[in-house]
């Protein structure tokens, strides 16, 4: 927003030439949305808990050490929204596509998560939103934001046969980590919507899952934010007439680098949270928080062209939903469990591990993972 009212005025006062700059910008996001999240933290943690006073907040399939946790707050991802959102706003372009993709996304996300949890609170009951209509709402968020910002909709020119065909802005093309992509980069043509949306929706679904434990998903969400502005800088930067995407043999994606803003704002928003969410926390994120970073961090795999690399990156939260798919799956047909409880960090509290052991050496594992996405880009 400050771009496209005070960079005109650059002529007249040189300093609002800074603006031009991503790097600017994208510093300047992720302190702002850092500076909202701290600041209007204690007074909405607060307003939590009295609207929510009397409510447990604690999933029932959680170890009965969760009890302690009784009280504490719920819907702290609104905070994160607020943050992130308000900040993408002021410092990024609001003529970028991509940008508004990835923020439509993550609000439409956040929409069906604080539906989920005020239902959850309203009715004092769990279940919240059914698990189905959760998978339909996000299906269709996908879609809308597809159809209506990442696609060109034309007429066929024969006047006999006219009709609407859309044209895809993003590449449809999948790429693969640590391979080049002038080796080898299959297109999936219409096959990429289903495997775009599928990346998306799964991709909300894990961190959703790994929200288990204070400060556990929110760190990881970090990193991942980190790791896709780099790579979303280096997707769309050309430094004096030369291409970074070209030099390291990636897909070139125009505009990619106005992500950079969005990343840093999640960023900023998300160290906000942890200050509260750290063990033991104030607050818990909630689904309106884990859909909707989720759902933000699937865009980003998509819009970067770094779908399956995300699956590196998102370990933590991949190695969470193949733990509970073996629990269920083996259950069904075996009536044993493989883990003591599944998601797989339950299974180590349960195996006696204090909570921030878990929590710390799941952090340590998300760095490392992202250093290997990292990695993945030179050796291409």
Known sequence: MLYHFLYPLSARVSLFNVLRYPSFRIVAAGLTA?????????????????????????????????????????MGGALILLSLASSTLLWGRLDNRLVWAALLVTIGYGAIGFTDDWLKLSRRDSRGLAGKKKLVFQVLVVLAVYYGLLTDW?????????????????????TLPFIPTRLFDPDLGWLYLPFMVFVVVATSNAVNLTDGLDGLAIFPTIISAMTFLALSYVAGSTIAGFSLAEYLRIVSIPGAEELGVYCAAVFGAGVAFLWFNTYPAQVFMGDVGSLALGGGLGMLAVLTKNELASAILHGVFL?????????????????????????????????????????????????????????SIKLR
Do not use: C
């Open 34 to 74: 850092m500076v909202i999240g701290l600041i209007l933290g204690p007074a909405f943690i607060e307003r939590m808990r009295v609207l929510q006073y009397g409510a447990s907040n604690v999933r029932e399939d959680t170890p009965d050490g969760h009890k302690k946790k009784a009280g504490t707050p719920s």
């Open 154 to 174: 034309h007429v066929h020119a024969d006047p006999r046969f006219p009709w609407l065909f859309v044209g895809s802005r993003i590449d449809t093309h999948l």
């Open 319 to 375: 190695a969470e939903t193949v733990s509970v798919i073996i629990q269920v799956t083996s259950f069904k047909y075996t009536g044993k469990r493989v883990f003591r409880m599944a998601p797989i960090h339950h299974h180590f509290e349960l195996k006696g591990w204090a909570e921030p052991k878990i929590i710390v050496r799941f952090w340590i594992i998300s760095v490392m993972l992202a250093l290997v996405a990292l990695m």
